[in-house]
């Protein structure tokens, strides 16, 4: 229920609260466990996407518009892995590793702060924005970390999933391809949205983090964390 409440009502308190205040422009940050959602936490995250989404229905009469930006993990922010494995090597015990096929988005704090910011800036209410970002396989990632030390195997947490997804399938028909980002325009738009332009992604094709055609090697992942 504490989902329900901070990521459905707390959404929809965020988007009155700025309407009455005559706040401009607001940017909600997602998840990729907001697309195709597998357990309860996904499904309120989706929720509050499509909350701020639909606001720009009714806030546009007032000046109020709402977008959403969407990434998976920031690598080297508060809960990372990477200071978790560096602490296990330490220790001479193995690498815990769910499953050894996952793969996962990358970027950086500075970089999902310049994303957040400039889709800020470029906004015209009803967008969620996702980055165009490189993927890695996770044994990589541990590989990098800790190039000595043994990985073990110990099988996929409840709601974990073995890849991570910003766009489905489905929503891949309204995805307009641009230089550094996807746009999901959204399904009903009374406001009158003007579609920016770009390439169609093809329909049914979903952007996750196993097909991604943007990687990161073991010696890419090296030279980040020697910089963090």
Known sequence: MEF????????????????????????ALSTDKASSPINLYGA?????????VAA?????????????????????????VIPFFQEIAAQGKPLPITDLRMTRFWISIESAVKFVI???????GGELYVPKIPSMKIIDLAHAVAPDAKLEEIGMRPGEKLHEEMIS???S?????????????PVVAEWGYKQPKGTTMPEG????SDTNDLWMSESDIKNFIKNL
Do not use: C
């Not at 329900?4 to 940017?27: C, F, P």
């Not at 009714?58 to 920031?74: E, I, K, L």
């Not at 400039?118 to 015209?124: A, G, K, V």
């Open 173 to 185: 028909r309204r995805t307009i391809i641009l230089d550094k980002r996807y746009v999901v325009t």
């Open 118 to 124: 400039d889709s800020l800036e470029i906004m015209t």
């Open 4 to 27: 329900v409440k901070t990521n459905v009502l707390g959404s929809q308190n965020v988007i009155d609260a700025s309407i009455e205040a005559g706040i401009k422009r607001v940017v």
């Open 56 to 80: 720009n229905n009714y806030s546009f009469a007032y000046g109020t518009t709402f977008s959403v930006v969407r990434y998976g993990n920031v690598m080297g922010s508060r809960g990372s």
């Open 44 to 52: 309120t995250k989706l929720t509050a996407d499509k909350l701020f």
């Open 205 to 208: 094709q979903a952007y996750r």
């Open 169 to 171: 399938a489905d929503d």
